[in-house]
């Protein structure tokens, strides 16, 4: 299956997680809201019946008087009738007692802090003509965000009044109810998130790679078919005999038959090298090395070998000898000092300088060539990484191969620059590794 559609696969699936989360959520919420309001109504009632029985029990009702009942003689009926029989005798409804006993009704329900209020509710008797009809009702029954109104709780025989509770703020006890679920689906959908996303990011790291390295595998046979073409062709007049009186041409050919070979083998080397640095094959021939000695020859390198009018400045520190591997040094300045005359215009001005910053020794290569941009600054040491604005041909090996020498020297890079105006690379070694 061709990557994007594992992407978009990646895509739909975060979606997926997401919408059934928010059902999961959504459906809990409403069960805990609807079991939570259930209580709140339940309780209420309870309440009211409480309150006018122990209005009741502190009653003085002459001796003999039966207390008034509806038509039905039910136990709802029984209850109203008592309650207009404490009205009678002034012994009214007392709020502020129904507020503590519903408290207490909802602790028992394990139900705590809860902000409501108690009204007394006139009620329309050709709509509410009997008791069952407030328990059916919903029309003054609310259940949002904000507000819960319990049903209302008819309080006279005639069904002309009630009371009713409204409780403000009630979701916040369903969250309270929900913060482990909330939690726990919230570490959840973070990891599988977080997984996917994973998966997107090695997909399309895998694609840039497969990029990378089609675009090195092109540049590098590009660059051995100029050798191999030129080692061919020198080996087939040397074989045919055509030059051997001519011994001029027949040194040049051997002078370049040695520059095409090593040139080769430099390009197979580095190649090899960094795939030892990162299976921790490499060791390192350590000695004493004069650093001023190793910058002019490789200088005096480059000034016969570049078409460019490259010009050199150097600035020595007061140490001039330390141990390190001088081979990988040389290659280490020999890369460097190409990126920099390969990234510059036809004047090209290189600085190079040395100085002791506590136990190592820096070096300091900078020169006055196209820069590198602040993003690819962050990738250049990275394997087939080149900066996005250049148009010279390379592999993106050279920096890496540095970058893998000079960590496995226990040292330091750094990079500086700014585009069209320089660049400056900072290398530290260990003075006595």
Same mark, same amino acid.
């Not at 999961?24 to 209420?44: G, H, R, S």
């Not at 993003?375 to 394997?383: A, G």
């Given at each position: 299956?061709?990557?994007?559609?594992?992407?978009?696969?990646?895509?739909?699936?975060?979606?997926?997680?997401?919408?059934?989360?928010?059902?999961?959520?959504?459906?809990?919420?409403?069960?805990?809201?609807?079991? #939570?309001?259930?209580?709140?109504?339940?309780? %209420?009632?309870?309440?009211?019946?409480?309150?006018?029985?122990?209005?009741?029990?502190t009653a003085h009702i002459p001796s003999g008087t039966t207390v008034p009942s509806n038509r039905n003689g039910n136990v709802i009926g029984g209850i109203l009738g008592l309650n207009d029989l404490m009205n009678r005798f002034d012994n009214p409804r007392d709020l502020k007692k129904l507020d503590s006993?519903?408290?207490?009704?909802?602790?028992?329900?394990?139900?705590?802090?809860?902000?409501?209020?108690?009204?007394?509710?006139?009620?329309?008797?050709?709509?509410?003509?009997?008791?069952?009809? %407030?328990?059916?009702?919903?029309?003054?029954?609310?259940?949002?965000?904000?507000?819960?109104?319990?049903?209302?709780?008819?309080?006279?025989?005639?069904?002309?009044?009630?009371?009713?509770?409204?409780?403000?703020?009630?979701?916040?006890?369903?969250?309270?109810?929900?913060? #482990? #679920?909330? #939690?726990?689906?919230?570490?959840?959908?973070? %990891?599988?998130?977080?997984?996917?996303?994973?998966?997107?990011?090695?997909?399309?790291?895998?694609?840039?790679?497969?990029?990378?390295?089609?675009?090195?595998?092109?540049?590098?046979?590009?660059?051995?078919?100029?050798?191999?073409?030129?080692i061919s062709m020198i080996g087939n007049a040397l074989h045919d005999g055509t030059v051997e009186d001519k011994p001029t041409l027949k040194a040049n050919y051997y002078r370049i038959l040695n520059e095409e070979t090593a040139r080769l083998l430099v390009l197979l080397n580095r190649a090899l090298t960094i795939a030892k640095f990162e299976q921790k094959r490499i060791k390192f021939n350590?000695?004493?090395?004069?650093?001023?000695?190793?910058?002019?020859?490789?200088?005096?390198?480059?000034?016969?070998?570049?078409?460019?009018?490259?010009?050199?400045?150097t600035k020595y520190g007061h140490t001039h000898l330390f141990y390190t591997d001088k081979e990988y040094l040389c290659e280490i300045l020999d890369n460097l000092i190409d990126n920099s005359i390969k990234y510059s215009c036809e004047q090209v001005e290189i600085m190079i300088s040395t100085s002791e910053q506590g136990q190592y020794m820096e070096l300091k290569i900078r020169d006055n060539g196209i820069g590198i941009s602040?993003?690819?600054?962050?990738?250049?040491?990275?394997?087939?990484e080149r900066g996005t604005n250049v148009s010279v041909s390379g592999h993106g090996l050279g920096l890496n191969f540095v970058y893998q020498v000079v960590k496995a020297q226990k040292g330091y890079i750094l990079v500086d620059s700014e585009q069209n105006v320089f660049t400056e690379l900072t290398i530290g070694l260990l003075l006595n590794p």
């Open positions: 299956m061709n990557e994007k559609y594992y992407i978009y696969i990646s895509i739909i699936a975060i979606v997926i997680v997401f919408v059934l989360q928010y059902v999961w959520f959504y459906t809990t919420y409403k069960v805990l809201e609807n079991d #939570l309001y259930m209580n709140i109504d339940a309780c %209420f009632k309870v309440a009211v019946e409480k309150e006018l029985l122990a209005r009741a029990k006993i519903y408290v207490s009704e909802l602790a028992k329900m394990n139900i705590h802090d809860l902000s409501f209020s108690i009204a007394v509710i006139k009620t329309d008797t050709t709509y509410y003509n009997s008791e069952s009809v %407030f328990d059916r009702d919903t029309t003054f029954v609310l259940k949002t965000r904000k507000e819960f109104k319990t049903h209302i709780v008819p309080a006279l025989l005639n069904l002309s009044e009630g009371v009713q509770a409204t409780v403000v703020n009630p979701y916040r006890k369903v969250l309270m109810k929900m913060w #482990l #679920l909330l #939690l726990c689906s919230l570490i959840f959908t973070m %990891f599988i998130v977080y997984c996917i996303i994973r998966q997107m990011r090695i997909i399309i790291l895998r694609r840039q790679i497969a990029r990378i390295r089609q675009d090195f595998t092109y540049a590098m046979i590009h660059d051995m078919k100029t050798p191999v073409s030129a350590i000695q004493e090395v004069n650093i001023p000695d190793v910058i002019c020859e490789i200088a005096d390198k480059f000034k016969t070998r570049t078409a460019k009018k490259v010009t050199f400045s602040k993003e690819d600054m962050k990738r250049i040491f990275r394997k087939f």
